[in-house]
């Protein structure tokens, strides 16, 4: 089966309790917690989250709204790539989580809801692993060439290797794997945020990659999958430049995601070789980016599962 690099449709989760997370801001460098500031961080991001649903939608990207529950306070449930993958086989993925106030995410009632519009063929659930202080967060810590079904994950507290094996045993996916530190030698939290796969081109933060073996093995592995490769530096990646994904529309063109913050680190030349390929569509999410320490890839689970009405 060949599988495509772009999702078909989106889902996402509306946040009720967003704000600064202590259980998450030790290994997430990204996060900026501006203290005071916070107070009205949920409505803000309630108005950051809506405004780009409709930006998406206004784009004939279609977008599966879920709202999250009020009780327990889940203040990352904006990000639900973490906990959750769907793939163009039926497989739905569940994710084990570091924090443990991010565990209470994982919704067996979103699965279910899920299930009405989507083929679920088979449930992969890897959150035991958390009791046992084992972790791998989703398509944060996993960025998957599906077209050529390779795994790349950069090791961190929160991507446990043995994890990334299994998986790829489970999917039948060659797992990739390498360290990355930013530019204060600290791994790379998630490695969604400093290299993003796209049908034809890869976004990567090379210079995180210290190791020149673990530098080789992801060029050539960009090489073989034909991927032009477009690198960044290390303050584009603070600016979540990395953090990209490239989706399709209903008429199936593919547009590139990114926040606005990203779309103005990139220079003139990095836009012009991604829009190359694809139309980019920056989208305004300020407050969730600083105070969550994600940005627009985190806040979306590409939907990948077969529609129902394709039977």
Known sequence: MKFTQQPHALMMIRPASFGPNSQTSATNTFQQNPGRQTADATARSQAEFDRMVEVLSAHEIAVHVFDDTASPAKPDAVFPNNWISLHEDGTVVLYPMMAENRRTERSA???????????????????????????????????????????????????????????????GYKPVIFNAVDENNIAVYHTNVMMCIGAKFAVICLDAVKDENDQDVLLESFSAAEKKVIAISFAQMRAFAGNMIEVFTHDHEPVVLLSETAFQSLLPGQVNAISQFAEMLPLQINTIENVGGGSVRCMVAGIHLPRQNQL
Do not use: M, W
Not at 145 to 161: F, G, L
């Open 109 to 171: 009632d979103i699965v279910d809801q899920l299930k009405r519009d989507f083929v679920v063929r088979r449930v992969i659930d890897l959150s035991e692993a958390e009791k046992h202080g084992s972790y791998l967060e989703g398509t944060g810590s996993v960025v998957f060439d599906h077209a050529n079904k390779i795994a790349y994950a950069c090791r961190s507290p929160r991507t446990d290797e043995a994890l990334v094996k299994r998986l790829c045993d489970e999917l």
